[in-house]
């Protein structure tokens, strides 16, 4: 099983905000909703570069800063047609810290 | 482990796929379920006619049918060709024109090979072969490879080394269009106007002459025929197309033939037969297109000057090979334009499946209806009169650009052609399409002669009128959709995609659905509302804030939101929305602002941002210019440019490094990335210049000071000029000011030269500069109060009418003036300059990058 990252505390992200993080060589964006669960995708846009972290949310969508296409924040899934975020499984344990999981490849 | 990644794999799959198949069933076992059950379908040619007929072939069950594998030699979906001209002119983004998706292609399970192209086909084995290697055999074959431009021979359009010269292009696909834009954007010389020749002075030169033009661009036509547009129409249509096409700036030599391209190594200029040299730097070869034949022709079809098929579009003689669209040729026509291929679609889809075996193409009547270069131009059957008898209807304004021809033959309509007004082109097309009988008063076929002739128009026109040319649209597709419960017009366009071509039927749509719903036709609801996530408009969302005496954003999607579900696309317009109304007793949530407000600086295309530190009035000092140059020599800044704001910005700074540079710098924030009052350009006005009335400086810094940071729905840039010459641009400013002579300071509003360009209303001229403050800051506030979110002055004051606004503003006839000043102060008052969060971050991580992994800046090092 893979034991999962410890990101740290979350209260390194403020409610209805993302910050991102470099994992494993990867960048995560991981984001808390308004009621407190997270959400992670990853922080690049596919469309052109834009850091997905900066978005702006809600409980279901995350909007790029750079040209605005919208992706599901469960999925990674485009609902303005550009191609698929990554997306990762992500958890608070009891100490309230952020676990991530990122698949093997 | 393995749970995670399976899990995650399947997450990041396209939701879509889902539901076109089970989830647990990979695609590879849907298939082998029934083997040999469908047949094979193969389609060479991705454009609009090939994506088409599949539509039509899958809305009557071509799915169970048949597997479908396309090939197209461009790397895309299909995407609406038409639509390339609003590319070039910018009006459109590249990205809005697709028509079919990557996913439609995966939802409908067809197999795309974008970027391929087919070479030949094997009709005795029923093999295509591709030119990456793809061997693959069909049961039955459609051809839909359209045209390609048509190069007519000329002198040194190609480099020694044989590819074409740099400089040169031709106008047909979207890459076409990508690379002009290219071209005519970045590759600017140094010094002088970029200058284009288009040669071809039809349908598609026009269009690419308008839109290179709108980037500025000084254009020559070259045309080898007598008039424009000589395919569509007679020679006094096109003088007047001529006149209106010349009244936009663009230069047309009719008559007159390219002889070369020349230029070195990339274009200088054109060499025309019998005329003195053209200097440009870039051409465009518009002169006609040539059906794309050649895998045709390789593989032994019948071929004329296009594929010919039968009323079936089937190719002749082969008995499961179809072809359709511009490439065919079909009873001695070939056609250029979309609407034909609608109907060959149809018909060639009732034969591949089998669902209508008598349905057959007889040819289409040509009516076009076009708007080219924003002319609108409908023309029909005959260009003028050809026998003794028959009757001419002539009408012709050239002042107004409008132009109309009708030719009757035996009481029917046998051509016609109307430039600069379309009213009633639906009409005439009708009776041309039917022979109807014409009204002996011959002036009412051209003129609606008092009565609502309009309505009657729509009322007239039979189910199967063609409304929207484009997207092949009959008047009872649009009457079916409102009938099925879709009564706005919006919806009804969406629905049927009529109105999202050329745009010239919009009216036309419009009336249809309005009679369809007879009379309850629905403003689309949403249109209304203030942000799209709350279903209010603005002011019964103000109203319903003030009084639930909701204070911040999140509130407001609990009170007022369906579901109570937030919306991210709502939240930056609330934000704004309750700052204003609210100013220090907004609770100010972070998460609600866009990233510019919660960092105070401009993103930029690769993560990094922008710095631009106020300087009042365009204003700066010694000590000024010595920090910024300190601050961008220790922070490393890669580009420090001019704004046309007269400020200074620092370009591609990271996140992380914000803080540190607005203590560096020590000036407030200059707002140049807010939907909020930005800046006041001034001239330097009558204590330096020779001509000044009025201290122009002074009081644009003044102007500045007082409004510093208020937001708005949408940005506020501000002028003040020192006299009539208005060196600051003040007409074309959202609030500009110019000193007159005798003291006196007129106050203009609602103009633009950005993306519009629009000049200002007089709003008032008034004698004292504080005046001018008091008028400025209770105007603003009216548009605070009273826009639509996004909705800049240009569009506000003319929504409104400067007659009204003067009215509440001036004159104060609503006895609201003083509530406007009371809450423009209590804005003003809350202000705080935002860079002094860089003492301690309002929120965890406020500076933190967002792209962890990768080094910024990203953006070139100047
Ligand atoms: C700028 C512009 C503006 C226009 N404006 C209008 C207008 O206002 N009104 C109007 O009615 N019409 C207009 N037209 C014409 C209209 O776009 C065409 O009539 C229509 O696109 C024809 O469709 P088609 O499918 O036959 O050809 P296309 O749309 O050209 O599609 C053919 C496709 O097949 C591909 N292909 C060719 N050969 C192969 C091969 N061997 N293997 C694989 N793929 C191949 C091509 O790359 C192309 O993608 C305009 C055209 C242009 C270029
Ligand atoms: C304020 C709004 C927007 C701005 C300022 C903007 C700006 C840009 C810029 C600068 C580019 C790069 C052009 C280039 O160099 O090729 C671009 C490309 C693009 N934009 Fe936007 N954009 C905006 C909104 C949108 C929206 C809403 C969408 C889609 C929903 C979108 C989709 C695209 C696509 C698909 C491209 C890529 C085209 C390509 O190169 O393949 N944009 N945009
Ligand atoms: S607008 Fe008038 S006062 Fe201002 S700089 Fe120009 S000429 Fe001088
Ligand atoms: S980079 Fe994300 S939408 Fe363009």
């Not at chain 2, 169970?64 to 396309?70: A, L, Y």
């Not at chain 2, 093999?127 to 290697?133: L, P, R």
């Not at chain 2, 009213?423 to 076929?445: C, N």
């Amino acid at each position: 099983m893979n034991a999962g990252h410890n990101l740290g505390p979350v209260d390194q992200i403020p409610f209805g905000e993302g910050r991102a993080f470099g994992v494993a060589g990867e960048q995560v964006a991981v984001f808390r909703l308004r009621d407190g669960s997270l959400r992670a995708l990853s922080a690049v846009c596919p469309h052109k570069g834009g850091p997905i972290a900066d978005g702006t949310i809600d409980q279901e969508l995350v909007l790029c800063p750079l040209h605005q296409h919208a992706f599901r924040l469960d999925t990674g899934c485009s609902t303005t047609g550009a191609e698929p975020l990554g997306s990762y499984d992500v958890q608070m344990d009891n100490h309230q810290n952020i676990i991530l999981r990122i698949a093997a490849r | 482990m393995t749970t995670v990644a399976d899990e995650n794999k399947r997450k990041t799959q396209p939701k879509t796929q889902a539901i076109t198949r089970p989830k647990t069933q990979p695609r590879h076992q849907a298939r082998q379920a029934k083997p040999a059950a469908r047949r094979r379908l193969v389609v060479i040619g991705n454009g609009m006619a090939g994506a088409r007929a599949v539509e039509e072939i899958l809305a009557r069950g071509g799915a169970e049918q048949f597997s479908i594998t396309m090939f197209g030699d461009e790397p895309y979906g299909n995407y609406n060709r038409i639509m390339l001209s609003h590319v070039l002119s910018g009006e459109e983004s590249d990205a809005d024109i697709f028509l079919n998706s990557l996913h439609w292609y995966q939802d409908n399970n067809i197999t795309l090979h974008a970027g391929v192209r087919v070479e030949r086909i094997d009709r005795f084995t029923k093999y295509v072969f591709a030119n990456n290697g793809h061997v693959v055999p069909y049961d039955v074959l459609i051809i839909a490879t359209g045209s390609q431009s048509f190069i007519p021979p000329m002198d040194g359009l190609y480099t020694p080394s044989g590819s074409i010269k740099p400089g040169v292009f031709t106008f047909r696909t979207i890459d076409d269009t990508r690379n002009m834009v290219q071209h005519a954007q970045q590759d600017r010389p140094p010094e002088g106007e970029r200058s284009a020749v288009v040669i071809g002075g039809g349908l598609l030169g026009l269009e690419a002459a308008r839109g290179l033009q709108s980037h500025g661009i000084d254009v020559d036509v070259v045309h080898s025929g007598g008039h424009l547009m000589n395919a569509q129409m007679g020679p006094d249509g096109g003088a007047i197309l001529r006149r209106s096409v010349e009244a936009l700036g663009i230069r047309v030599h009719t008559g007159s033939r390219t002889t070369a391209v020349l230029g070195a190594d990339k274009v200088t200029g054109v060499r025309l037969r019998d005329r003195p040299d053209i200097d440009c730097d870039m051409v465009v070869v518009a002169a006609g297109i040539r059906p794309n034949v050649d895998v045709a022709v390789l593989s032994g079809l019948h071929v004329e000057r296009a594929i010919v098929v039968d009323d079936q579009l089937r190719v002749v003689d082969e008995d499961d090979i179809y072809a359709v669209g511009e490439c065919v040729q079909h009873r001695g026509e070939v056609y250029g334009l979309v609407a034909p291929l609608w109907e060959q679609a149809v018909v060639l889809a009732n034969h591949v499946t089998g669902a209508d075996s008598t349905s057959a193409y007889l040819g289409s009547r040509i009516a076009t209806k076009l708007k080219v270069a924003g002319v609108e131009v409908a023309s029909m059957g005959l260009q003028g009169p050809e026998r003794e008898t028959d009757e001419h209807i002539l009408f012709s304004e050239p002042s107004r650009g409008v132009f109309k021809s009708i030719v009757i033959r035996d009481n029917k309509m046998v051509g016609a052609t109307l430039l600069g007004d379309s009213r009633k082109v639906a009409y005439l097309t009708q009776a041309f399409d039917k022979g109807l009988p014409l009204p002996e008063e011959r002036i009412s076929l051209m003129f609606d002669l008092g009565g609502p002739a309009e309505e009657q128009g729509v009322a007239e026109l039979d189910d199967d009128a063609q409304v929207c040319n484009c997207n092949g649209v009959s008047k009872k597709s649009l009457v079916d959709v409102v009938k099925g419960g879709c009564n706005t017009v919006a919806g009804a366009m969406d629905a049927t995609r009529a109105g999202k071509g050329c745009g010239s039927c919009k009216l036309l749509v419009k009336q249809v659905v309005e009679w369809a719903a007879d009379g309850a036709v629905e403003e689309d609801p949403a249109a209304s509302y203030y942000v799209p996530g709350i279903p209010l408009d603005k002011p019964s969302l103000m109203a319903a804030i003030r009084k639930q005496g909701l204070r911040s954003v999140s509130s407001v999607f609990a009170a007022l939101a369906p579901g109570s579900a937030e919306d991210a696309k709502s939240k930056m317009g609330l934000a704004s929305l309750m700052k204003m109304m609210l100013a220090d007793q907004y609770i100010d949530e972070r998460d609600a602002r866009f990233i510019n407000d919660r960092v105070h600086a401009n993103i930029q295309r690769d993560g990094t941002f922008s710095v631009v530190p106020q300087m009042k009035g365009g204003v700066t000092s010694v000590q000024q210019l010595r920090r910024i140059a300190d601050v961008a020599e220790k922070h490393n800044i890669p580009l420090i440019k001019l704004t046309g704001g007269q400020r200074i910005d620092l370009l591609g700074v990271p996140k992380e490094d914000l803080p540190q540079v607005w203590a560096d710098l020590d000036m407030p924030s200059g707002y140049a990335y807010g939907k909020s009052f930005r800046t006041v350009k001034t001239c330097v006005g009558k204590d330096f210049c020779r001509y000044g009335t009025g201290d122009s400086t002074k009081l644009g810094i003044e102007i500045e000071s007082r409004f510093q940071g208020i937001e708005a729905p949408a940005k506020l840039k501000l002028a003040v000029s020192g006299c009539p010459r208005n060196c600051a641009e003040s007409l074309v400013k959202d609030v500009g000011v110019v000193a007159v002579e005798g003291g006196r300071w007129e106050l203009y509003v609602g103009g633009a030269a950005g993306a519009h360009i629009r000049k200002g209303d007089l709003l008032a001229t008034v004698d004292d500069p504080e005046e001018v403050k008091v008028l400025t800051g209770r105007f603003m506030q009216y548009y605070r109060e009273n826009a639509n979110w996004l909705e800049r002055t240009y569009a506000f004051v003319p929504r409104v009418g400067i007659d009204r606004i003067r009215a509440v503003v001036v004159d104060d006839t609503e006895g609201i003036a003083a509530d406007l000043d009371a809450a423009m102060q209590a804005s003003v008052d809350s202000y705080v300059d935002p860079w002094t969060e860089r003492d301690g971050p309002l929120t965890p991580g406020q500076f933190r990058t967002s792209l962890p992994l990768t080094a910024l800046p990203q953006v070139p090092v100047r």
